[in-house]
Every structure is written in structure tokens, then in C-alpha cells.
């Protein structure tokens, strides 16, 4: 065996002693606070060889919420884990609202790194020394977290500047974890429920994705100077100016926005400075402009990271999460709230299947009939007055119910929704959002059906009728075709005949044991009784005891079988949850 080849098994052996060693870790903390009996359910411990118990929950741990344990567990689970809990929070698809109200609260707090080992960073990362390229960095952190830690700075032309610097190895970290994730992912793909709308190795995949693109704060540069391209002629938006030359994937400088942090001016209703309804609306300017027109909003606007600027302008920060929206997904948004707006539930439920991904054929029929319910109990108010949050978790739940999966876009859009609507009506409560929202609404039905639009969806209308009106005498000609040449085929499948031929299947497997056991055991005696002829004793041979033993254990098989089929069910996670 070669050199390199020596050392990558070597290296293999050690990160898996590490991998099984950060595992049982893991273990400890979820039987810590509670959650033992999912890893029951997924034997876990038949891996790990040994139950890691670790210590018990107290009485007044499990009196607290599910909810609750849940971010504590993830807390104490380290960064990767805190990471995943704040992106699992912008998620309601996934999780309840009390989750998502928890998780909101999730803090991501590291002890900040030595000045001297951010030099270190900022030198690898940029190539040049930190003291050539700016004239003062402040030793001390602006905020300091698991993945980054962030710094005021001033260039050498004197303009205030932050300057964010990823965590050494932390992508080293985030791979390893998200590597055991999947491992356990796997295991709990056989106990829970949901398994096939949001399958547990599908939501680490897309946690993993998620997170390295974070980690690449070029993709975070490419963000802002998309957001800036955007807002430049909007005088109420600002963006941090992103230095180009002084940025990589591992280090990002942006302009210092001078101003306070939203939380503060929400917390404080006589905060100095500020006109509250003046803020509100270009709030909420700034939120239907990124969703009606750019087709590309913050996904993470919480107070946090918004900046009241002077004259009641914000000030945007933190561009890891963005969404994007095609101008179809726009547009089936519009109808969507036009649709709930008219208490439509056809249109509501053809739109909802429209944007979702159903993981099987639905009943449509009773599909409207629980929308129709829904509505009805907002009949009688207006649109201003319905508690967009609810409404939406309810029409996600049944989508849930249907096996309907949102697509992750409009998951981020609603929890981003929910969270501006929240700042708003803190703002200014007698701002009627359903009117500050109807000329954008109108704008783009406008260009969807405006002729002279090219952009507008009134020419692709044409275009796919055209296309429509060419492919169809060739398409039926085909048909015909295939029907006179015998070549015609149609599929029919049918939920109750699958079920009854694996009920087949099964009888068969039965009866062809019961036939075995049955002649195994004919056959044990006739040896038995062959022993027996001409002597006192009867001696049990031992091809007859083998046949015996074989006999009782296809029968003690089936008849488990038989008993226990149908019986073990699956974890519901969303009951559980609940």
C-alpha cells in the first residue's frame, strides 16, 4: 500500500472515531432534554453500543414546552445545530408556530477570537497585511458569533467600514456535523411519519446547502450589489456600500451604517428622531418593492437587522438569506390574496396546487371544502383585520395534511411577511396595508395583460396558445396512430388493488412457510420413529431436532407477522410536535 493511500485510511479511521464519539455526545444532550424516545424508536443505541443516557430530565424540564427543550437541545449542541434552528425558524411549512417563536429567540453567541488571529485571517484571506489596508481596526468585536466575527474599521481614505471575518475551520466543523445529521437522518427516515413531504435527509441536504452558501460571503457581496442595483433610485432604502477589493469568501467589508437598530425604536414609542407612521410606510414600501417589483426580498427582516437612518430612512444589514421570486410565483401570489380577499375557496385551492408540489394525486373536492371552511370563519371581516399569520399557517397546515409541499421560496416569504407585518403594525396600527399593497397588486396584473408589455404575461398567453394550436392535430395524429397499429397503452393504478395484491403476496409467502414447517416437522418425526423401531428408548436424532427448530422458528415468524403487521406506526413528528 502506498504512502497517501496509508494516510487518507489513517485520517478515515480517526474522523470516524471522532464522528462516533461527537454522536454519542449528541445522544446525551437529546436524552438530556427529553427527546430520548425518538432515538428509541430509531436504535441508535444499536450503533453506538451502549445506551448513552447521560442525565435525566428533571420534572420541571419536561414541564416545560416541547418547543421549548427543542431550542435548549440545540443550544447545547454547538453552533452547527444553533445554525440549523435559525433557518429551521424561517420555515413554518416545517414546524409550528410556537417552534418558529422559539427558535426566533435561538441566540448565536461565541466567545470572540483574539484581534491577533483576526489579523492572521484578514492577511490570509485578502493577501495583504491588516495594517496596510486599513488605517485602524477596533480590538474590540462588534458581535461575535459561531460562524463570523465582526469588526469596526476605517480605511486609509478615512471612511467608516465593518469588516466581517469567518471563524477558522468552521466549514471543517459544519461538514463533520451535517455528515452525522445525515447519518441520523437516515435512522429516523424509518420511524417518522412525514416521510416523503419533508423526508429528514431532504432537510439536512437543504440545511447543508443553505449553510455553506452562508459560509460564502461572496455570495453575500453578490446579494448586496444586487440589492443596491435595485434600490439606488429609492431615496427611503439604503445598502451598505460593499467594498469589492477589500472582500472574499472569507472576508467581507461593508459601509458603517450610522443609526439605531429598529428593536430599539420599536421598544422605546417616544424614541427621539423618529416619525413612526413616516417609518411604517417606508417599511412597507420597501417590502412590496422587493416583492412585487425586483422579484428579490430579505428573508431575515427582523428588527435586528434594519437601521433607522435620519430622515426615517432604513438601512438593510445581513444578506445571507435572500429569496427570489420569478414573475410567475408573483403573480400566483396576487391571486392567491385576491382569492382569500373574495373568500374564493375554488380559486384559493387551485392556486395553493398550483405553487405546491403534491406527493400524491388529492382529493380536490374535499381539498376545497376544508378552504371553504377556513374562510368562513373570516367571513364578515375585512382584509386588514385578518391575522395574515394565522390564516397562512392554517392554509400551510392543510397543505401539509394533503401532502402539498410548499416550495421553500414561499416558506421564507411567509415567515418574512409575518415578521414585517408584525413591525409594522408596532409602527403605525392604523396603517391599512390591503390599500398600500393594491396599486403594486394592480401594476403587475397590468403588465401580466397589457399587450404592449413585453415583459408582461399577455404575449407568453399567445405564445403557448400558438404553441398549443401548432402541437395538438400532430399530437392526435399520433394517437390515432397508435390506436389503429394496436399500440395504444393506458395505465390505470389503482391504491385498493395495490393493497390487495401485497395482501396476496403476503397469504402466499404464509401458506408456502406453513407447507414448510408442516413437511419439516412430517419429516422430524418419521426420523423420530425410525429410531424408536426395536428399542426402549427413543432417541431424538439431530437432523430431526434441526428440522423441528426450523419448523417452530417459521412458524413463530409468521404468526409475529401476522400479529404485529400494521400494528408499528410510524411517529407522527407534526402530532409530536403539537
Given at each position: 500500500m502506498d504512502l497517501p493511500a496509508a494516510l487518507r485510511e489513517t485520517?478515515?479511521?480517526?474522523?470516524?472515531?471522532?464522528?462516533?464519539?461527537?454522536?454519542?455526545?449528541?445522544?446525551?444532550?437529546?436524552?438530556?432534554?427529553?427527546?430520548?424516545?425518538?432515538?428509541?424508536?430509531?436504535?441508535?443505541?444499536?450503533?453506538?453500543?451502549?445506551?448513552?443516557?447521560?442525565?435525566?430530565?428533571?420534572?420541571?424540564?419536561?414541564?416545560?414546552?416541547?418547543?421549548?427543550?427543542?431550542?435548549?437541545?440545540?443550544?447545547?449542541?454547538?453552533?452547527?445545530?444553533?445554525?440549523?434552528?435559525?433557518?429551521?425558524?424561517?420555515?413554518?411549512?416545517?414546524?409550528?408556530?410556537?417552534?418558529?417563536?422559539?427558535?426566533?429567540?435561538?441566540?448565536?453567541?461565541?466567545?470572540?477570537?483574539?484581534?491577533?488571529?483576526?489579523?492572521?485571517?484578514?492577511?490570509?484571506?485578502?493577501?495583504?497585511?491588516?495594517?496596510?489596508?486599513?488605517?485602524?481596526?477596533?480590538?474590540?468585536?462588534?458581535?461575535?458569533?459561531?460562524?463570523?466575527?465582526?469588526?469596526?474599521?476605517?480605511?486609509?481614505?478615512?471612511?467608516?467600514?465593518?469588516?466581517?471575518?469567518?471563524?477558522?475551520?468552521?466549514?471543517?466543523q459544519i461538514r463533520s456535523d451535517t455528515d452525522l445529521l445525515f447519518y441520523l437522518a437516515r435512522f429516523l427516515e424509518g420511524v417518522i411519519a412525514e416521510t416523503g413531504i419533508y423526508t429528514p435527509t431532504g432537510i439536512v441536504s437543504e440545511f447543508r446547502s443553505a449553510m455553506l452558501l452562508e459560509l460564502d460571503f461572496e455570495n453575500e457581496a453578490r446579494n448586496i450589489e444586487q440589492f443596491a442595483k435595485h434600490h439606488r433610485d429609492r431615496p427611503t432604502v439604503v445598502i451598505p456600500k460593499l467594498h469589492g477589493d477589500l472582500s472574499c469568501r472569507t472576508v467581507i467589508t461593508l459601509e458603517e451604517l450610522k443609526g439605531a437598530k429598529l428593536k430599539q425604536v420599536l421598544d422605546d414609542p417616544k424614541f427621539p428622531g423618529v416619525d413612526r407612521k413616516s417609518l411604517a410606510r417606508h417599511v412597507l414600501d420597501a417590502s412590496f418593492h422587493q416583492l412585487f417589483n425586483d422579484g428579490l426580498f430579505h428573508g431575515d427582516p427582523h428588527p435586528g437587522n434594519v437601521i433607522v437612518l435620519s430622515g426615517d430612512r432604513i438601512g438593510l444589514l445581513d444578506f445571507g438569506l435572500v429569496g427570489r421570486l420569478t414573475r410567475g410565483m408573483q403573480e400566483s401570489i396576487i391571486l392567491l390574496v385576491l382569492a382569500i380577499s373574495l373568500k374564493d375557496p375554488d380559486t384559493v385551492a387551485r392556486q395553493l396546487y398550483k405553487v405546491g408540489v403534491p406527493d400524491e394525486r388529492i382529493n380536490l373536492h374535499q381539498f376545497r371544502a376544508d378552504i371553504h371552511d377556513i374562510l368562513e370563519r373570516y367571513l364578515g371581516l375585512k382584509l386588514a383585520e385578518v391575522d395574515s399569520g394565522v390564516l397562512m399557517k392554517e392554509l400551510i397546515d392543510l397543505a401539509m395534511k394533503y401532502k402539498i409541499k410548499i416550495p421553500k421560496e414561499y416558506a421564507v416569504l411567509s415567515k418574512a411577511a409575518a415578521t414585517t407585518e408584525g413591525i409594522i403594525r408596532q409602527l403605525d396600527p392604523d396603517l391599512d396595508i390591503t390599500q398600500a399593497a393594491l396599486p403594486y397588486a394592480k401594476q403587475l396584473l397590468y403588465d401580466r395583460y397589457n399587450p404592449g408589455s413585453m415583459s408582461g404575461g399577455f404575449l407568453r398567453v399567445l405564445l403557448q396558445l400558438q404553441g398549443f394550436l401548432q402541437d395538438t392535430p400532430q399530437q392526435l395524429s399520433q394517437i390515432l396512430m397508435d390506436l389503429e397499429g394496436g399500440k395504444f397503452n393506458v395505465t390505470v393504478r389503482n391504491e385498493e388493488l395495490v393493497r390487495l395484491n401485497s395482501n396476496v403476496k403476503a397469504l402466499g409467502l404464509l401458506l408456502f412457510a406453513g407447507m414448510i414447517a408442516s413437511a419439516l416437522i412430517v419429516g422430524a418425526f418419521s426420523l423420530v420413529g425410525r429410531a424408536s423401531d426395536g428399542n426402549e428408548a427413543t432417541h431424538w436424532p439431530i437432523p430431526a431436532l434441526v428440522g423441528l427448530s426450523l419448523a417452530a422458528m417459521m412458524f413463530g415468524a409468521a404468526v409475529t407477522w401476522t400479529l404485529i403487521s400494521g400494528r408499528l406506526k410510524k411517529i407522527s413528528v407534526r402530532r409530536f410536535f403539537k
Open positions: 485520517a478515515a479511521v480517526i474522523q470516524a472515531v471522532q464522528d462516533l464519539k461527537r454522536l454519542r455526545e449528541i445522544s446525551k444532550v437529546v436524552v438530556r432534554h427529553g427527546f430520548g424516545e425518538i432515538l428509541d424508536r430509531a436504535k441508535v443505541w444499536d450503533v453506538l453500543g451502549r445506551r448513552e443516557d447521560g442525565q435525566r430530565p428533571s420534572a420541571e424540564e419536561m414541564r416545560a414546552t416541547t418547543a421549548r427543550r427543542f431550542r435548549e437541545t440545540l443550544a447545547d449542541l454547538g453552533p452547527t445545530f444553533i445554525k440549523l434552528g435559525q433557518i429551521l425558524s424561517s420555515r413554518p411549512d416545517i414546524l409550528p408556530p410556537d417552534f418558529i417563536a422559539e427558535l426566533s429567540h435561538l441566540q448565536d453567541r461565541a466567545a470572540p477570537m483574539p484581534v491577533q488571529l483576526v489579523f492572521d485571517l484578514i492577511e490570509k484571506g485578502l493577501g495583504k497585511p491588516a495594517n496596510q489596508l486599513f488605517a485602524h481596526v477596533d480590538p474590540e468585536p462588534l458581535a461575535s458569533a459561531s460562524i463570523a466575527q465582526v469588526h469596526r474599521a476605517r480605511l486609509r481614505s478615512g471612511e467608516d467600514v465593518v469588516v466581517k471575518v469567518q471563524r477558522p475551520g468552521i466549514e471543517e
